[in-house]
C-alpha cells in the first residue's frame, strides 16, 4: 500500500523558513520523482519543487533560488526546505510520487503523478 505522508507544516512569518518533509512507504522508492504541490482554495494544484530517481531537481520559477528540494533513498524520505517565504506561498502543500518512466519530462505536471499525501497546511503571515 503506497503511503506518503507530510510533516512540517505550520505558520510563518514573511522572511521565515520552513522544512517539510515526506516519508514514503509501500512501492520502491529509488524508481519514482518525488514533487511537491501547492493549491489553495479554488485554484488548481501548482507545481513547486520536483527531484528525480538521479537527484536532478525542477523549481517553479516563483520559488527558484527560495526553495531546496531533495531526496533521501536509505530512508525513503523527501524534503522541501523554504526559504525567504512569501504570503503568497501559503497553501496546502502535497508530497506526490511518480514513476519515472511516467513523469520523464513533466516534472511539475500533477497528471503524471499517481500516488499523493494528505497534504498538510503552510501559511506564512505576519
Known amino acids: 500500500q503506497v503511503q506518503l505522508a507530510e510533516t512540517g507544516g505550520g505558520l510563518v512569518q514573511p522572511g521565515g523558513s520552513l522544512t517539510l518533509s515526506c516519508a514514503a512507504s509501500?512501492?520502491?522508492?529509488?524508481?519514482?520523482?518525488i514533487a511537491w504541490f501547492r493549491q489553495t482554495p479554488g485554484q488548481d494544484r501548482e507545481g513547486v519543487a520536483a527531484?528525480?530517481?538521479?537527484?536532478?531537481?525542477t523549481y517553479a520559477v516563483s520559488v527558484e533560488g527560495r526553495f531546496n528540494v531533495s531526496r533521501d533513498g536509505r530512508i525513503k524520505r523527501a524534503y522541501l526546505q523554504m526559504n525567504n517565504l512569501k504570503p503568497a506561498d501559503s497553501g496546502l502543500y502535497f508530497c506526490?510520487?511518480?514513476?519515472?518512466?511516467?513523469?520523464?519530462?513533466?516534472?511539475?505536471?500533477?497528471?503524471?503523478?499517481?500516488?499523493w499525501g494528505q497534504g498538510i497546511q503552510v501559511t506564512v503571515s505576519s
Open positions: 509501500g512501492f520502491d522508492f529509488d524508481d519514482y520523482d
Open positions: 527531484v528525480d530517481v538521479d537527484g536532478s531537481t
Open positions: 506526490a510520487a511518480g514513476a519515472t518512466w511516467e513523469v520523464r519530462g513533466a516534472k511539475l505536471t500533477a497528471h503524471f503523478y499517481r500516488n
